[in-house]
């Protein structure tokens, strides 16, 4: 069988196989139906008054909140500006009574800042960017804790 390798971002095949891989997910996961009406993914950011300082960027969906972007202005670590926006990602995830918090961290410090928060580690991808690793990190809700 021969097989052609096309280094172009085709829009066009790239929707056809996504759409193709939908219809084979709709067979087996309702989950996976749900989630492609309009308004699903509930996407919100956190912001500190003084913007250039950092944010934190998330998308909510099959009741787990995902951050997806997460950034503290160099100058700025070190003075709770981090600890200030997870904390307030994990108040409104309490809120919302969501089952987890997801996020994928790049080795260097950030893996410890998380863990004192409670996320482990459920994945690691080694040499994700070269010589590093990258971390999927969990933090389970429990509802029955005090805050």
């Known amino acids: 069988m021969k097989c ?15 759409k193709k891989l939908n219809s084979y997910n709709n067979v087996f996961s309702a989950a996976h139906i749900k989630s492609r009406r309009e308004g699903f993914f509930k996407y919100f950011d956190i912001r ?9 960027i998330g998308t909510i969906y099959w009741n787990i909140m995902e951050i997806d972007d997460f950034y503290i202005n160099e100058h700025q670590r070190g003075k709770g500006i981090g600890q ?5 990602a994990l108040d409104v995830a309490h809120e919302l009574k969501l089952s987890y918090i997801l996020i994928n961290t790049i080795g260097y410090s950030s893996r ?7 996320f482990r580690v459920v994945g690691e991808i080694t040499d994700y960017p070269p010589g590093v690793s990258c971390y999927i990190m969990k933090h389970v809700l429990n509802y029955n804790k005090q805050k």
């Open 112 to 118: 410890d800042f998380f863990h004192k928060f409670g």
């Open 48 to 56: 500190l008054e003084e913007e250039k300082n950092g944010g934190l």
């Open 84 to 88: 200030a926006l997870l904390l307030k």
């Open 4 to 18: 052609n390798v096309n280094f172009v971002n085709d829009v066009e095949y790239r929707s056809y196989v996504n």
